[in-house]
């Protein structure tokens, strides 16, 4: 297999679920490419040779310059014309769908999504996608070539292994349609800890929470913990926390290593969401909350009484 | 201003994959995907405040003549199915294949879906449609301004707000977050069985690469999902902070 991963940066950094993906193509093929499109990312390239890239292709274009679909599609169809790529692996995000998608249908190129795994079984490259609320695991395949996935983000863990990379430019021509659509303007909240896509610690609020001035609870709890704060989507609609952190059905899909969850009854709609998280703790009033169903540990109790302590001893165990 | 809005009909309870021929069963109930219900609802406010009309475009079983009716009741002037046994057991690039046929002939200035399919929760296409068409696509809309040529989207990402703007025609994806969607009227609903109702079958669309036979993905088998372990269920007695830290720092998470 000769297989390239897309590699989505932002502020200078290649992005953690990339880069795990890069890491995972390392142990299937023969030699992981890695591809860096942006303007002046030159340099951002070379940080790929440590997760398993032997080399990294970068496209270098002011055309490339905002993070739209559209160009990042011609890139890449350029790039597996000439070099021959038989799979490109995307880690997914709004950005990567959205290229993955139009290269599928550029390419006529079969297009696998929500995979939480790959696997070769006998020599053939098998998908694996949670379906139906993760209640049926599925086997996906490709008829041709290239083969094109969207891996869930968080799925692969970045392997730092060492090594170098070769950094080869590539040129790339661009559709007049490609560039129509232009960023106007990019308002970037500054975050203060992880986004949930990239912490390996989340701390989720519900609407058992109360009132949204006991978010501070859980956002004492994360950051205590090092990781970032969810909400679902009662308390998102309700105002009371922003929509980028809600995690769910109409939300984002998170798979982080602990998953906190703090009044959440655990409505299907959340569980697509979070399920696949590594250890599930739930801190919850109603014994029967469907949350304790999918938890490792469940604990019927006050939050208001449990996080704060909890938040006292995480803060000593870890000074 | 024409406007063609992509609505999908899903199946609406239990969900379950057919073991023969391991695609989803769709031979209960269906209804009109919820994500697509707000796409027809920014179509309608378009064109109530710019004119225009509003055309439902769907692929799927006549039982999606269901769902085209919710969206004709709501207030969108027509609708075209594309419907098929050739079409059936289309994957990504199948289903583009023949949307992008069929909205090709259409000619509209917008072309809007919703944020993403329940039955697949698939969010991917709107872009291959766009690229198909050779149009310029912004997915993902919270917040949506028309104006003459031109359209202007406000869009939530991992890491911010980002405005986007592409001149029409244009492809639209847009979120649930952007409005909150009608009911149909009495008076709505007795006038969808009176607006026009299209049925085009694959060869009408004159397209190749359409149903299994276009598909370029496979599904191989149905398995069970791994089993997460037992739930240690405890009662706060005044001590379950520090259980729960014992139990974090025990798989090294602290």
Redo the contacts between chains.
Sequence with gaps: MSILVFLEH?DSELLKPSLGVLSKAATLGEDATGVVLGSGVKEIASQAGKFGAAKVLVVDKPELEA????PR?DALASIVEDRGFDTVLFAA???S??????????L???????LTDLVQENGIL?GKR???????????????EPRLA?IRAGTFDPQETGGDAEVEEFDAQF?D??T??????????ESEGP?I?EAD?IVAGGRGLGAPENFKLVEELAQA?GGAVAATRAVVDAGWYP??TQVG??GKTVSP??Y?ACGISGAIQHK?GM?SS??I?A?NKD?NAPI???????????LN???P??T???RQ??S | MKIAVCVKHVPEQA???DPGTKRLDRSGEGAINP?DVHAVEEALRIKEARGGEVVIVTMGPQAAQDSVRKALAMGADEALLISDEAAEGS???AT?NAL?AALEKEGADLIVFG??S?D?????????????L???????V?ELEVSDGKV?GK?????????????TP?VLAVS??INEPRYPSLKGIMGARSKPQRTVSVSELGVE?VGEAG????????????P??D??????DGG??????E???E?K??
Excluded: C
Excluded at chain 1, 180 to 189: D, F, G, K, L
Excluded at chain 2, 219 to 226: C, K, Q, R
């Design positions: 932002h993070p739209l679909p559209q599609v995000s709004v950005l769908a959205d290229v993955a998608s139009g290269l599928s249908a550029r006529q190129a079969g297009l696998n999504w929500d098998i949670p379906a139906l609320g993760d209640s049926v695991l599925v086997d996906v395949g490709w008829r041709s969207l559709e349609f490609s129509a659509a232009t960023m106007v303007e990019r308002a970037h909240a986004s896509e610690v913990l929509y980028s059905q109409t290593k602990l906190i697509v399920q590594g250890v703790v801190i014994p304790f169903e999918y938890s490792d540990l469940g604990v019927v109790g006050d009484e449990i996080v302590k909890l006292q001893l995480v165990r870890r | 969900r379950k994959i994500f994957d990504l690039v583009t992008a944020q993403q329940s697949s929760d698939g969010a991917v296409l709107w872009a291959s449609v766009a690229d198909r050779r149009l310029p696509v912004i997915s993902q919270a202007r869009r939530q990402t991992e890491f911010g707000y980002d405005t986007i703007e592409a001149p244009a649930d977050a690469g598909s370029k993905t496979t599904v191989e088998a149905l398995n069970d999902p791994p997460r372990g739930t240690v269920k405890i009662e706060d379950a902070a520090d259980k729960i830290v139990f974090i720092a798989r998470l602290l």
